[in-house]
C-alpha cells in the first residue's frame, strides 16, 4: 500500500513538472500597417534615407514668443520639488533657454552622428548608426541596438556611444567594439507617429527588428532602459535566434513570488534569495516601494488613460513641457532631490543637454503621441498581454542602478529572464543611466559581454 502511495505521489509530481515546467515560448512574428489610410498594394520602398536635423529662425523665434508670455505662478514656501517643479528655479530655467541656450548649436551636435530614415510598415524610422573609427586587427564590430524610453530620446546616448565605438581612445580596452545603431521609437522624436490605435512595445519591437535586417544584421546585441528594455525584451521573445545577447537597466518583472518576497523580504530575505543589498534598497517597503510609486506614477495614470487631453497643453506650452518632461529629470535620477528647490537637476545634467532633450519633443510636436505609447501598452491593465507572461531565453545582463525608480533583485530578474548571466550593483546612478552615468553602464555592457564570450 505504502508503495503504490509512493510510486502514485511520483507519478504525480512527475506529470504536474512535465506540465508547469518552462516552456521557451516565442511571440508570432506578425505583421502591421501604422501608417494613414489602407495599406497600398505597391511594395514599401526599402531604401535608406540619409537624414539632417535642421532648424530655423522662424521655429526659434515662435520658441521665444511662447516663452515670453510665461504666466508665473509662485511656489509654496519651502516646497522644494515636492509639488512638482519648483517655479522660482522654474524661472532660472526658462530665462537660460530664451537667453543663452543656443538650439543651432546643439543642432549641430545632434549631427555630429549619422542620422537616416526609412519606412517600416507605413511608419518613417528615425535612427542614428555610428560605426567605429578603428578597428583593431582581425576584429569585427558587434552591432548594438540601443533604445530609449519616455521622456527621454536617442539624444541620452550621445556620450556613451564613444565609449562602445572608439574604447581605445577613452582609456578601455578595445576587446570589445561596438557598431551602435539608435533608433527613435515612433512617435517620439523624428520618427513618425502611428495613425492607428494598438500600436504598443511588441509592434515596435518588431519594427526594430526588421530595421536591424534592413541594415545587414541577421544577429546582433540589445539594450534597454524604460520603454526600451520592454522593447528588447520582446524583440527576445519574437526573435531568440537573432539576438546573441540583451542587456537591461530596468526590468518589468510581475509575478506572485516578486510580490511574496517583497512581503516577507525584510525578515526572511535571506531564504528568498534577497541581499542584504536588495533589503537595503527596498526597505522599509511602505516608503521606498509603495509611498514611491504612488508618489511617483501620477503621469502614469493620466497617459494611460487620458494622454491626449494633457498632451494639447503641453504641446502648446515649451515653458509647460520643460516642466512636465524635467521633473522626471529630477525625481528619477534620485528620489531626494525633491527635497531640494533646485531639484538637483544642474548636479547630475547640465541646461544644455535637458533642453536639447525638451527641444526633441518641442520641433517635432511629438508629446502627444509619446504619451499614447502608455496608454497602448498599458491601458488594458497588468498582465493582460501574452508577452507578459512569457519569459527570456536569450543570455541576459541586468544593471540595478540604487536611484532606479523601484529596485529588482537579482532573484526576481532572473525569473522572468532565466539565462541571466551578469548581475551588477552599480555603485551610483538613477532611471537615466546611460545619460547620467554612461561610463559605468558601458563597462557593465563590456562586462556582460566577457561573461557571454567565455561561455
Known amino acids: 500500500m505504502w508503495l503504490e502511495i509512493l510510486l502514485t505521489s511520483v507519478l504525480g509530481f512527475a506529470i504536474y513538472w512535465f506540465i508547469s515546467r518552462d516552456k521557451e515560448e516565442t511571440l508570432p512574428l506578425e505583421d502591421g500597417w501604422w501608417g494613414p489610410g489602407t495599406r497600398s498594394a505597391a511594395r514599401e520602398d526599402d531604401s535608406i534615407r540619409p537624414f539632417k536635423v535642421e532648424t530655423s529662425d522662424e521655429e526659434i523665434h515662435d520658441l521665444h514668443q511662447r516663452i515670453d508670455k510665461f504666466r508665473f505662478t509662485p511656489p509654496l514656501e519651502d516646497s522644494c520639488f515636492h509639488y512638482g517643479f519648483n517655479s522660482n528655479y522654474l524661472k532660472k530655467v526658462i530665462s537660460y533657454w530664451r537667453n543663452e541656450f543656443d538650439w543651432k548649436k546643439q543642432v549641430e551636435i545632434l549631427n555630429r552622428y549619422p542620422h537616416f530614415k526609412t519606412k517600416i510598415e507605413g511608419l518613417d524610422i528615425h535612427f542614428i548608426h555610428v560605426k567605429p573609427p578603428q578597428l583593431p586587427a582581425g576584429h569585427t564590430p558587434k552591432p548594438l541596438l540601443m533604445v530609449h524610453g519616455w521622456p527621454g530620446s536617442f539624444y541620452e546616448f550621445y556620450k556613451i556611444i564613444p565609449l562602445l565605438t572608439d574604447p581605445k581612445n577613452h582609456g578601455l580596452s578595445d576587446e570589445h567594439v561596438f557598431e551602435v545603431i539608435c533608433p527613435s521609437i515612433p512617435g517620439y522624436g523624428f520618427s513618425e507617429a502611428s495613425s492607428k490605435k494598438g500600436f504598443n512595445s511588441v509592434a515596435t519591437a518588431r519594427i526594430f527588428y526588421k530595421l536591424m535586417l534592413r541594415l545587414g544584421f541577421q544577429e546582433f ?99 509647460g513641457l520643460a516642466a512636465y518632461i524635467l521633473e522626471k529629470f529630477s525625481i528619477w535620477t534620485n528620489t531626494e532631490f525633491r527635497y531640494l528647490e533646485d531639484g538637483g537637476l544642474e548636479r547630475k545634467f547640465s541646461l544644455d543637454d535637458l533642453l536639447t532633450n525638451v527641444m526633441l519633443y518641442w520641433t517635432t510636436g511629438t508629446i502627444i503621441s509619446s504619451q499614447r505609447f502608455y496608454k497602448e501598452n498599458l491601458g488594458q491593465g497588468w498582465m493582460t498581454q501574452k508577452h507578459e507572461r512569457m519569459k527570456v531565453y536569450v543570455p541576459t545582463g541586468f544593471s540595478a542602478f540604487p536611484f532606479e525608480l523601484l529596485h529588482t533583485p537579482e532573484k526576481w530578474v532572473r525569473f522572468k529572464y532565466p539565462k541571466l548571466i551578469s548581475y551588477s550593483y552599480m555603485v551610483r546612478g538613477g532611471h537615466f543611466a546611460a545619460f547620467e552615468e554612461p561610463e559605468l553602464l558601458a563597462q557593465d555592457i563590456r562586462k556582460f559581454l566577457s561573461v557571454l564570450e567565455r561561455q
Not at 531568440?240 to 512581503?263: D, E, Q, R, W, Y
Open 221 to 319: 546585441y540589445i539594450q534597454g532602459g524604460d520603454w526600451g528594455s520592454l522593447i528588447c525584451t520582446n524583440m527576445a521573445q519574437l526573435v531568440p535566434s537573432h539576438v546573441k545577447g540583451l542587456h537591461l537597466n530596468m526590468a518589468l518583472v510581475l509575478s506572485n513570488f516578486s510580490t511574496l518576497t517583497l512581503l516577507l523580504g525584510q525578515r526572511f530575505g535571506r531564504f528568498l534569495g534577497l541581499t542584504e543589498r536588495d533589503v537595503e534598497l527596498l526597505y522599509p517597503v511602505k516608503e521606498k516601494v509603495f509611498y514611491s510609486l504612488m508618489r511617483e506614477s501620477g503621469y502614469m495614470h493620466i497617459q494611460c488613460t487620458k494622454p491626449d487631453t494633457v498632451g494639447s497643453a503641453l504641446n502648446d506650452s515649451p515653458v
